[in-house]
């Protein structure tokens, strides 16, 4: 018998070449794998990037200045702020069209309010003026040069409208270089008077504190840790019980507990006087400072340090412990060689976990920090609900994300970010 040989590719059960058909059936596990994760990654992209990129664009963005005064800005670029002398009337006029215009749509307040923040006293000065321009005819009446100076002397101010020039833009600095104890002034950029430079103590502030606070979290939370790993099953989860406690009462309760556990005339400074320890005319100071912060902010973030510590600490067999001591070890170095290298996978989740939640916490510093043991956080916080200088705000969060970004960056380069278990 003769064998027949096929010289063309091999084909599928359906008659298409099987390299087309294995390519279309990856091709398909594909789409069905995107369309499975496609709510989640919608998910994460408006809760997650979207406020992020909208951070990032706030702490630049600058387009209310030249929207708003379109023909001034282009007035304003023949003019040399360094001549030290006021623009001309061709500039007033200018600016007259647009504020007469900014006061008919109502925005002359905000574009007061933006340039507020780099120059205190103009947001006041465009709301009197805005009264003003209401009655004013922009055929008949002139010079407007004249009429400004009549409304508010502050018109005549010379460094008003090197403002106006610094800020024409649509993009700014102006925002990272205030998050930064500096600002841009006509000589150029330097740094803020030396009783307004508050922005760079809270940075190094809000970092040192957080690395003591996961310091002293490791430290209290180690041995728990340990303690539970090792006891029996029905008594360990007993005491889990009572970390996981913590979870199911008010953030805000618990920080309002220890604000009367820390004040002069609260339980601790009570207890301390009753035995003899203080004097009840010297009472401890531990309220509205760095310690009643690191206090009260260790207890709260105590239990997430804990959890992932347990979590790797359960997989280490005791049998390794036993095999030390059997080859001579002592209890110490049992642990320091065999045990301690095991776990510090668990040290670098719960520090990485405990760290990034206290910089971005500023409940707790609020209400038991006073003027020395607050946060970046509730400057931001302020700056977006009280004062609204939403751009200065988005500048600050960018800063620190920068920041956190960094220290992940040099944690992974010295520990490694593969070494992180949760057990």
Known sequence: MSETTHSGPMLAADGMPLKRSLAR?????????????????????LTFVTPIVSMLWRSVENQIV?????????ALQNWDPTAGELPGEDVYAAFATDLVAAV???????????????MPGISSLFRSTGRDVKKWNLETDGPFKEKFIESDKDWGD????????????????????????????????????E????YATLFIRTMWMSLLITGSCLLLGYPVAWILANLRASTANVLMILVLLPFWTSLLVRTSAWKVLLQQQGVINDLL???????????????????GTIIAMTHILLPFMILPLYSVMKTVPPSYLRAAKSLGATNWTAFWRVYFPQSVPGIGAGSILVFI????????PELVGGTQGVFISNRIAFHISTSLNWGLAAALGTILLAAVLLLYYV??????????KLG
Not at 104 to 118: F, M, P, Q, V
Not at 357 to 364: Q, R, V
């Open 273 to 291: 006087v009753w035995v003899g320890l203080v004097d009840d005319g010297n009472r401890l100071v531990m309220i509205n400072n760095q310690f």
């Open 158 to 193: 010379i460094d008003v409208w090197k403002t106006f020039k610094r800020y024409s833009g649509n993009y700014t600095s102006g925002y990272f270089l205030n998050a930064v104890d500096m600002e841009n002034t006509a000589t150029g950029v330097q740094l803020r008077p």
């Open 25 to 45: 059936a990856l091709r398909r596990q594909k789409l069905r794998a995107l369309a499975l994760v496609a709510p989640l990654l919608i998910f994460v992209l």
């Open 411 to 420: 944690y992974d380069k010295i520990v490694g970010i593969d070494n992180v």
């Open 357 to 364: 939640l206290a910089i971005g916490y500023y409940i707790t």
């Open 104 to 118: 008919d749509a109502k925005i002359h307040t905000k574009l007061g309010t933006r340039l507020n923040y780099e």
């Open 66 to 74: 030249p929207e708003t005064l379109p023909n001034t800005i282009v």
């Open 195 to 198: 009783d307004q430079r508050i």
